[in-house]
């Protein structure tokens, strides 16, 4: 009878958003709204004694705002990325597995980053957002990375970089050497042209090392300690390699920030970058644990 009520309640809120579909945003909003009523029966149903019946209505209130993100325009995805936080913090209230699970998640982006997560929930959806929409990506990555992570880690290693920073090669290029971006990026490490002569990479008159994955990685390995000695924290060494170093900087002075994680809190940075440091720790976590992922 509850799981009954609750589909009612749920396709009622989509009903009504879809009623609107003048404006994408109001369908959207809809599915936002029947994510947290799912939420809030999961948790409900938990608290009963009902736990597998609890987390399989979590799981689905994930993917329902999985699908609002997908819809969704910058402002809708930032306040996907709040309440997917404030719910999976909920949830691991009355739920022991999401509380290890939140723990775990600190607890690697601390030994990454030496910065705990204000919203660990970011990067918990950013798990669920690789393996359901982003799966067959992430398996040509994994198997392209069979190729390069050896290397990758040993260069970060000698530069004094963390080597869970490899990952980062994955959100930027899927491991590719060489992928050009419509802004003109190109490599492994998807480096502008400038920023690329910056770093030792000869550019132009028929020679692109951008292409070259052993150069491209020690430019890159040069760049993010260049960037953590100017910020003197990952998070923001990372987020400025997104989005540049003058952008971070501006976005902490007008602010009035201290870290990446205030930076987030307070909307200070665009969306893509606001997702990068979660979509790295997330692809991390995965890469730990292919086979308990369900990848060979």
């Given at each position: 009878?509850?799981?009954?009520l609750?589909?009612?309640?749920?396709?009622?809120?989509?009903?009504?958003?879809?009623?609107?579909?003048?404006?994408?945003?109001?369908?959207?909003?809809?599915?936002?709204?029947?994510?947290?009523?799912?939420?809030?029966?999961?948790?409900?149903?938990?608290?009963?004694?009902?736990?597998?019946?609890?987390?399989?209505?979590?799981?689905?209130?994930?993917?329902?705002?999985?699908?609002?993100?997908?819809?969704?325009?910058?402002?809708?995805?930032?306040?996907?990325?709040?309440?997917?936080?404030?719910?999976?913090?909920?949830?691991?209230?009355?739920?022991?597995?999401?509380?290890?699970?939140?723990?775990?998640?600190?607890?690697?982006?601390?030994?990454?980053?030496?910065?705990?997560?204000?919203?660990?929930?970011?990067?918990?959806?950013f798990?669920?957002?690789?393996?359901?929409?982003?799966?067959?990506?992430?398996?040509?990555?994994?198997?392209?990375?069979?190729?390069?992570?050896?290397?990758i880690?040993?260069?970060?290693?000698?530069?004094?970089?963390?080597?869970d920073?490899?990952?980062?090669?994955?959100?930027?290029s899927?491991?590719?050497?060489?992928?050009?971006?419509?802004?003109?990026?190109?490599?492994?490490?998807?480096?502008?042209?400038?920023?690329?002569?910056?770093?030792?990479?000869?550019?132009?008159?028929?020679?692109?090392?951008?292409?070259?994955?052993?150069?491209?990685?020690?430019?890159?390995?040069?760049?993010?300690k260049?960037?953590?000695?100017?910020?003197?924290?990952?998070?923001?060494?990372?987020?400025?390699?997104?989005?540049?170093?003058?952008?971070?900087?501006?976005?902490?002075?007008?602010?009035?920030?201290?870290?990446?994680?205030?930076?987030?809190?307070?909307?200070?940075?665009?969306?893509?970058?606001?997702?990068?440091?979660?979509?790295?720790?997330?692809?991390?976590?995965?890469?730990?644990?292919?086979?308990?992922?369900?990848?060979n």
């Amino acid at each position: 009878m509850k799981n009954a009520l609750l589909i009612m309640t749920i396709l009622f809120a989509v009903l009504c958003a879809t009623w609107s579909l003048a404006s994408t945003t109001e369908y959207t909003r809809g599915l936002v709204k029947a994510a947290q009523l799912t939420f809030e029966e999961g948790a409900k149903t938990f608290r009963s004694g009902d736990q597998a019946a609890g987390r399989a209505l979590f799981r689905q209130s994930n993917a329902i705002l999985m699908q609002a993100d997908i819809e969704g325009d910058e402002d809708l995805q930032r306040r996907i990325d709040r309440i997917f936080n404030f719910l999976f913090e909920d949830m691991a209230k009355v739920d022991p597995q999401t509380a290890q699970r939140l723990l775990d998640i600190r607890a690697q982006v601390d030994s990454v980053y030496q910065s705990a997560p204000v919203q660990p929930g970011q990067v918990e959806y950013f798990v669920g957002y690789l393996l359901k929409e982003r799966r067959q990506f992430l398996i040509n990555s994994f198997n392209r990375s069979l190729r390069y992570i050896p290397m990758i880690r040993e260069e970060f290693r000698q530069a004094g970089i963390p080597e869970d920073l490899a990952y980062m090669a994955l959100v930027e290029s899927g491991f590719r050497p060489d992928p050009t971006s419509h802004a003109g990026a190109k490599g492994l490490w998807q480096f502008m042209p400038e920023t690329a002569k910056r770093f030792g990479l000869k550019v132009g008159g028929g020679v692109d090392e951008r292409t070259d994955p052993v150069k491209a990685t020690r430019a890159a390995a040069q760049y993010l300690k260049t960037l953590h000695a100017m910020f003197g924290d990952w998070p923001l060494a990372v987020a400025a390699y997104n989005c540049g170093e003058g952008r971070v900087q501006k976005a902490l002075k007008k602010s009035g920030s201290r870290t990446y994680w205030e930076l987030v809190e307070k909307k200070a940075l665009p969306v893509e970058t606001q997702r990068y440091v979660p979509s790295i720790v997330a692809a991390t976590i995965i890469s730990r644990d292919l086979k308990g992922y369900g990848f060979n």
